[in-house]
């Protein structure tokens, strides 16, 4: 029980707790400016006056930069409750492209989301070199978020997903300042090389227990949050089994303003008092630590 014994104890009872970010496009300037070619998707079979429409509205398109994936919006239909965007993908760079599931979100004027739906784009196929493609995306009733779809100063925008973020070490200020560089550096790198957490999971995985000289029990739970908000536990209920099967102790813990921030492990030790151990000379040679159902 050496390394991260604390002295601070838990409350215990008896046995009974994506800003969304819409890309900005840039315009090419003049000594960079890609004007891309109209294409269409070989089963499109449109008439020569549709065609027309198509060429006039992509020439009124502005320049790309070099290496640009772009959408751009040039026209909304709804129908009933449903609404249809008709769009040009636009790609600068010098090879082809293609996609597969793609989220796209529908933006009012003021950037703020109209619908959002990922769109499996695998049957468009290659976007090639340079080139502008039209397609149609459908919003279905249970994409849309606004009760009204304006029909003008609307577009349409791929939705950049934030880089995920890194999983870390959360020490309360307590932790931080009795932890010696070695134990904190242990910690560190413990938690740097746990297996990664499912998007939105939490769980709780042991880390060290023992008695202590009163023979009441203490076990150091790592606290892991794998979701992209904070949380925050007010009540946990914990058992503890030992390498046997046995459960040695279970109690009800009470925290205040106990906080793991999103994306991080944060550790803490819960104390057993001696008369909640239904097992004296539990078998440590493995043992966990879980919340009971």
């Not at 999971?201 to 150091?220: C, L, Q």
């Not at 921030?261 to 630590?289: D, E, G, H």
């Amino acid at each position: 029980m050496g390394l991260f014994r604390r002295k601070a104890k838990a409350a215990v009872q008896e046995p009974e707790q994506q800003e969304v970010q819409n890309p900005i496009e840039e315009t090419g300037t003049k000594d960079h400016a890609v004007y891309t070619t109209l294409t269409f998707h070989e089963e499109w079979d449109l008439e020569a006056q549709e065609k027309y429409v198509y060429r006039f509205r992509h020439q009124q398109l502005p320049p790309l930069n070099p290496n640009q994936i772009s959408i751009s919006g040039i026209r909304l239909v709804e129908y009933d409750n449903d609404v249809v965007v008709v769009a040009f993908i636009r790609n600068s760079l010098e090879k082809a492209v293609r996609f597969e599931h793609v989220d796209l979100l529908l933006l009012d004027e003021q950037g703020r989301p109209l619908a959002k739906k990922q769109f499996d784009l695998s049957d468009i196929g290659e976007i090639p070199p340079m080139s502008a493609m039209p397609w149609r995306f459908l919003f279905e009733e249970t994409d849309i978020l606004s009760e009204d779809i304006p029909q003008e100063g609307w577009k349409i925008a791929f939705e950049l997903k934030a880089k995920p973020q890194e999983h870390k070490l959360d020490l309360d200020i307590s932790w931080e300042n009795s932890l010696s560089e070695v134990q904190r550096e242990r910690l560190e790198q413990l938690v740097s090389d746990l297996p990664k957490l499912n998007p939105g999971e939490v769980n709780f995985m042991g880390i060290e227990a023992g008695f202590m000289e009163d023979r009441s029990f203490a076990v150091t739970v790592l606290i892991r949050n794998g979701s992209e908000k904070q949380i925050k536990i007010e009540k946990l209920p914990l058992a503890v089994e030992d390498a046997d099967g046995d459960v040695i102790c279970q109690g009800g813990f009470t925290l205040d303003d106990f906080f793991v921030k999103a994306q991080t492990s944060k550790p803490r030790t819960f104390i057993f008092p001696a008369q909640l151990m239904a097992k004296q000379n539990p078998n440590l040679r493995t043992w966990k630590v879980y919340p009971p159902s």
